[in-house]
């Protein structure tokens, strides 16, 4: 194989590669284009869905005895331990 024929062939390679780097650049942004607007659907439609206890809305939703109850009711559904199980839960902490 001549020199001459090897540049050529080095040329055109390089002028592939180029190719396929330019279309998968833009390939890529169209998909990273196309995820950022379903997240943002997504996020969209959960936030009104999600919705946060208002004291306005409810006066106990901030008291201190309903952040107790459901701090027991809590400790109430994790398992117990062997040592729980056999000398009961500490009621204290």
Same mark, same amino acid.
């Given at each position: 194989?001549?020199? *001459? ?7 055109r390679l390089e002028q592939q590669i180029r ?9 890529? /942004?169209?998909?990273? *284009?196309?995820?950022? *607007? ?7 439609? /959960?936030?009104?869905?999600v919705q946060q206890p208002d004291s306005a ?5 901030a008291s201190p005895k309903r952040a107790k ?7 109430? /559904? ?16």
């Amino acid at each position: 194989m001549t020199q *001459d024929r090897l540049l050529e062939r080095l040329r055109r390679l390089e002028q592939q590669i180029r190719a396929f780097k330019e279309l998968h650049a833009n390939e890529l /942004q169209i998909i990273l *284009d196309e995820l950022s *607007d379903i997240a943002g659907e997504v996020t969209s439609t /959960q936030e009104p869905t999600v919705q946060q206890p208002d004291s306005a809305s409810d006066p106990a939703a901030a008291s201190p005895k309903r952040a107790k109850w459901l701090a027991e009711e809590e400790r109430k /559904q994790r398992p117990m331990s062997r040592r729980e199980l056999l000398r009961g839960r500490d009621e204290e902490s």
